[in-house]
């Protein structure tokens, strides 16, 4: 949901004001200085980088405010990694603000330190809109992760995904004074520093304050007063004293990660000793689900083969010519809603990073249209917008004086605009992920059987091959029915056919995606696509005349104020394919459950005992599936992806427990359980 942004002031020396805590952002002199000072040596960073075993080193910060924390610290992490190119592992920064400070203000605030420009401008780039959550930026090649979470720190800490081991390796203890700003000084935040932490973690902090040293030893930390910084005498630092055995959520929703064999540990596998020893990777299914999970695992130093039972990538639903890319929004701010905006933002960022690096593919950021075609639709737009779900710079209101401007036609309807969105050619973004990630993608291979061999997978193949892996991952969208281990999952199959419709002159000046019950967008080689049909349980996907006629005849209903509509002439030319879905509409993304024994596990599920009394649940080893994206693939897989590569490498991920457990693949056998259903 929008989030209220940072009311700020620019004093005499340009250093930014917080008028509603009466306090400054960074000192008027020597803010790099004091950064390097309280955080950088108080945390022996980079000290500890030199002989740090793990695949991540994970910081976390109470208020990221202009990100200059964040920023000299990717600077040092940068200087870092120059002087000493074999470094094995990245840098993961999480950073909470409840106030984010505007984009216009954040490039004055950071105009001050020109020697950070290269990666001030990085930041700026991809700086998220106010809403709530995590947003996941990328940094130096993918070296470098930025979790923003965006919100007060105690609804966001709670949320945090933990491990047993935990996730932070080091904390910044920031924000503004604790007399100026009490409510984050909490135990409770205390608390969640400890529960988040490694056992080798750090902390430091600015202050020295009496009651914020005895909440620190109270949750767990060993506690010094240090040297401060400037007119600072002193400050607080100190690390973890004991990891306390603390609930890292609800047992039957795990975050599944890979094991090596004989490993009990999944970090074990990724220290310094097994730097050659990655794991080889099976993705089964070649549409725009498994290439960006190549893409994902790519940029986390894991390489992956593709199979694909066609001859050519992205032959199912992902092998349309043009498709709508925009966020599935409601006035309220559900679960749904949440993942929908979170994924769409993530995505938006990484396929034009994908552009940048030289990547190309056939697409127009045009923005789309979501027009009010009749009262119904008029009135759920209208709360969306009185009750400021969402920010305006994301999706906003237009009149049909403004709507027929967008799109550069007589638009008789009022409606609502994302201007980030609009069309992309899903094949050739499928490629071009691909040949980002350097995947080997192998075609004419469709799956028959999966078997676990000792420690690994035994893959054997239509054509009577065999290939063994250390992970699968199923991204095989309508094919899933048919995928050993998943037939108990509960899939929908939805065939749509979408239509070519030739362009004209009228046509031709279309210049948004439109959407109503269906979309229409602008001409790309000569054709516009037009669709599109929802046909239940049906497999086919032979092209029909009968379904031509229902979706031109959906169109000129849903639009018959627009003149132009019933002149759309179709010529019997479009394509249709088989999406899978799932009962809520949502991903499933992450390890594949062991059903007959989570069955047995949560068979007292009903009895609502608390969430300790039950075992963790048990999943396929090193067995995963990113599926179930519908006609939404294009927003949701890059984030459900990210999820999934993040599972497997033990980094810290990017949603919160409650949208996590969301996208769970048991998350309908846990439900049956709980209503004693199974």
Same mark, same amino acid.
């Given at each position: 949901?929008?989030?209220?942004?940072?009311?700020?002031?620019?004093?005499?020396?340009?250093? /930014?004001?917080?008028?509603?805590?009466?306090?400054?952002?960074?000192?008027?002199?020597?803010?790099?200085?004091?950064?390097?000072?309280?955080?950088?040596?108080?945390?022996?960073?980079?000290?500890?980088? @030199?002989?740090?075993?793990?695949?991540?080193?994970?910081?976390?910060?109470?208020?990221?405010?202009?990100?200059?924390?964040?920023?000299?610290?990717?600077?040092?992490?940068?200087?870092?990694?120059?002087?000493?190119?074999?470094?094995?592992?990245?840098?993961?920064?999480?950073?909470?603000?409840?106030?984010?400070?505007?984009?216009?203000?954040?490039?004055?605030?950071?105009?001050?330190?020109?020697?950070?420009?290269?990666?001030?401008?990085?930041?700026?780039?991809?700086?998220?809109?106010?809403?709530?959550?995590?947003?996941?930026?990328?940094?130096?090649?993918?070296?470098?992760?930025?979790?923003?979470?965006?919100?007060?720190?105690?609804?966001?800490?709670?949320?945090?995904?933990?491990? /047993?081991?935990?996730?932070?390796?080091? *904390?910044?203890?920031?924000?503004?004074?604790?007399?100026?700003? /009490?409510?984050? *000084?909490?135990?409770? $935040?205390?608390?969640?520093?400890?529960?988040?932490?490694?056992?080798?973690?750090?902390?430091?902090?600015?202050?020295?304050?009496?009651? #914020?040293?005895?909440?620190?030893?109270?949750?767990?930390?060993?506690?010094?007063?240090?040297?401060?910084?400037?007119?600072?005498? @002193?400050?607080?630092?100190?690390?973890?004293?004991?990891?306390?055995?603390?609930?890292?959520?609800?047992?039957?929703? #795990?975050?599944?990660?890979?094991?090596?064999?004989?490993?009990?540990?999944?970090?074990?596998?990724?220290?310094?000793?097994?730097?050659?020893?990655?794991?080889?990777?099976?993705?089964?299914?070649?549409?725009?689900?498994?290439?960006?999970?190549?893409?994902?695992?790519?940029?986390?130093?894991?390489?992956?083969?593709?199979?694909?039972?066609?001859?050519?990538?992205?032959?199912?639903?992902?092998?349309?010519?043009?498709?709508?890319?925009?966020?599935?929004?409601?006035?309220?701010?559900?679960?749904?809603?949440?993942?929908?905006?979170?994924?769409?933002?993530?995505?938006?960022?990484?396929?034009?990073?994908? $552009?940048?690096?030289?990547?190309?593919?056939?697409?127009?950021?045009?923005?789309? $249209?979501?027009?009010?075609?009749?009262?119904?639709?008029?009135?759920?737009?209208?709360?969306?917008?009185?009750?400021?779900?969402?920010?305006?710079?994301?999706?906003? *209101?237009?009149?049909?004086?403004?709507?027929?401007?967008?799109?550069?036609?007589?638009?008789?309807?009022?409606?609502?605009?994302?201007?980030?969105?609009?069309?992309?050619?899903?094949? @050739?973004?499928?490629?071009?992920?691909?040949?980002?990630?350097?995947?080997?993608?192998?075609?004419?291979?469709?799956?028959?059987?999966?078997?676990?061999?000792?420690?690994?997978?035994?893959?054997?193949?239509?054509?009577?091959?065999?290939?063994?892996?250390?992970?699968?991952?199923?991204?095989?969208?309508?094919?899933?029915?048919?995928?050993?281990?998943?037939?108990?999952?509960?899939?929908?199959? #939805?065939?749509?056919?979408?239509?070519?419709?030739?362009?004209?002159?009228?046509?031709?000046?279309?210049?948004?995606?439109?959407?109503?019950?269906?979309?229409?967008?602008?001409? *790309?080689?000569?054709?516009?696509?037009?669709?599109?049909?929802?046909?239940?349980?049906?497999?086919?996907?032979?092209?029909?005349?009968?379904?031509?006629?229902?979706? $031109?005849?959906?169109?000129?209903?849903?639009?018959?104020?627009?003149?132009?509509?019933?002149?759309?002439?179709?010529?019997?030319?479009?394509?249709?394919?088989?999406?899978?879905?799932?009962?809520?509409?949502?991903?499933?993304?992450?390890?594949?459950?062991? #059903?007959?024994?989570?069955?047995?596990?949560?068979?007292?599920?009903?009895?609502?005992?608390?969430?300790?009394?039950?075992?963790?649940?048990?999943?396929?080893?090193?067995?995963?599936?990113?599926?179930?994206?519908?006609?939404?693939?294009?927003?949701?897989? /890059?984030?459900?992806?990210?999820?999934?590569?993040?599972?497997?490498?033990?980094?810290?991920?990017?949603?919160?427990?409650?949208?996590?457990?969301?996208?769970?693949?048991?998350?309908?056998?846990?439900?049956?359980?709980?209503?004693?259903? @199974?």
């Amino acid at each position: 949901m929008s989030i209220k942004q940072a009311n700020i002031e620019f004093n005499e020396n340009g250093a /930014p004001v917080a008028t509603e805590f009466a306090d400054i952002y960074f000192s008027d002199a020597g803010a790099f200085e004091e950064t390097q000072h309280v955080f950088l040596s108080n945390n022996s960073i980079p000290l500890r980088w @030199e002989t740090w075993p793990q695949k991540y080193f994970t910081i976390a910060e109470t208020g990221f405010g202009t990100g200059l924390n964040f920023l000299i610290t990717l600077k040092c992490f940068s200087d870092f990694i120059e002087q000493q190119p074999d470094t094995n592992f990245n840098l993961h920064f999480i950073s909470i603000e409840k106030f984010p400070i505007s984009l216009a203000d954040l490039k004055q605030a950071l105009a001050v330190y020109p020697e950070l420009q290269e990666f001030s401008n990085e930041l700026l780039n991809q700086y998220p809109e106010p809403i709530a959550g995590c947003h996941r930026l990328h940094f130096l090649q993918n070296r470098v992760t930025l979790d923003l979470w965006l919100g007060d720190v105690h609804q966001v800490l709670p949320q945090i995904n933990d491990r /047993p081991d935990g996730i932070v390796d080091a *904390w910044y203890l920031d924000g503004f004074a604790p007399s100026k700003n /009490p409510d984050m *000084w909490t135990q409770s $935040l205390f608390e969640h520093m400890a529960r988040l932490a490694t056992e080798c973690c750090t902390f430091a902090t600015f202050t020295a304050a009496g009651f #914020v040293r005895r909440g620190l030893i109270q949750a767990g930390f060993d506690v010094q007063k240090r040297p401060g910084h400037g007119r600072k005498r @002193e400050m607080l630092a100190g690390q973890i004293n004991k990891k306390q055995d603390t609930p890292t959520g609800l047992p039957y929703f #795990v975050r599944n990660s890979y094991q090596a064999a004989n490993q009990p540990s999944t970090n074990q596998y990724y220290t310094s000793q097994h730097k050659t020893n990655k794991p080889s990777i099976a993705i089964i299914g070649g549409g725009i689900a498994g290439a960006n999970c190549a893409y994902a695992l790519a940029k986390k130093g894991l390489q992956a083969t593709i199979y694909c039972k066609e001859s050519q990538l992205a032959q199912g639903a992902s092998g349309n010519p043009q498709g709508g890319f925009y966020p599935q929004l409601n006035a309220e701010a559900s679960v749904a809603s949440q993942i929908q905006v979170s994924a769409f933002t993530y995505a938006a960022r990484l396929y034009k990073q994908l $552009l940048a690096d030289g990547f190309n593919y056939s697409h127009d950021w045009c923005g789309t $249209l979501l027009m009010a075609f009749n009262d119904k639709v008029t009135t759920r737009y209208q709360k969306m917008v009185s009750n400021q779900t969402w920010p305006e710079s994301l999706i906003h *209101w237009v009149d049909n004086q403004q709507a027929s401007d967008k799109a550069n036609m007589h638009i008789p309807y009022s409606g609502l605009f994302v201007p980030s969105a609009g069309w992309i050619n899903p094949p @050739e973004l499928t490629q071009a992920l691909i040949k980002a990630a350097q995947t080997q993608v192998i075609t004419n291979h469709q799956l028959m059987s999966l078997d676990r061999d000792a420690n690994q997978w035994c893959l054997t193949w239509q054509n009577q091959t065999l290939t063994q892996a250390d992970i699968v991952i199923f991204t095989t969208g309508s094919d899933s029915v048919d995928m050993p281990y998943l037939e108990e999952l509960p899939f929908r199959l #939805v065939r749509g056919q979408v239509e070519a419709i030739p362009t004209n002159n009228e046509l031709d000046k279309l210049s948004t995606v439109l959407c109503h019950k269906g979309y229409f967008t602008p001409n *790309w080689q000569g054709h516009h696509a037009l669709g599109s049909t929802y046909v239940k349980e049906d497999r086919s996907c032979e092209y029909r005349q009968s379904e031509q006629s229902l979706n $031109l005849g959906m169109h000129q209903r849903s639009l018959d104020k627009c003149d132009w509509i019933h002149n759309i002439q179709a010529e019997g030319k479009g394509r249709a394919a088989i999406r899978a879905s799932t009962p809520d509409h949502l991903p499933m993304v992450g390890a594949v459950p062991n #059903v007959e024994q989570q069955k047995q596990q949560y068979q007292d599920l009903y009895k609502a005992l608390p969430s300790h009394c039950y075992p963790t649940a048990i999943d396929h080893p090193n067995l995963f599936m990113l599926t179930g994206l519908g006609s939404r693939g294009l927003s949701t897989a /890059p984030l459900s992806a990210e999820i999934l590569a993040s599972q497997i490498t033990g980094q810290a991920l990017p949603l919160s427990d409650k949208l996590l457990d969301a996208l769970n693949p048991n998350r309908f056998l846990i439900r049956a359980l709980i209503r004693r259903q @199974e």
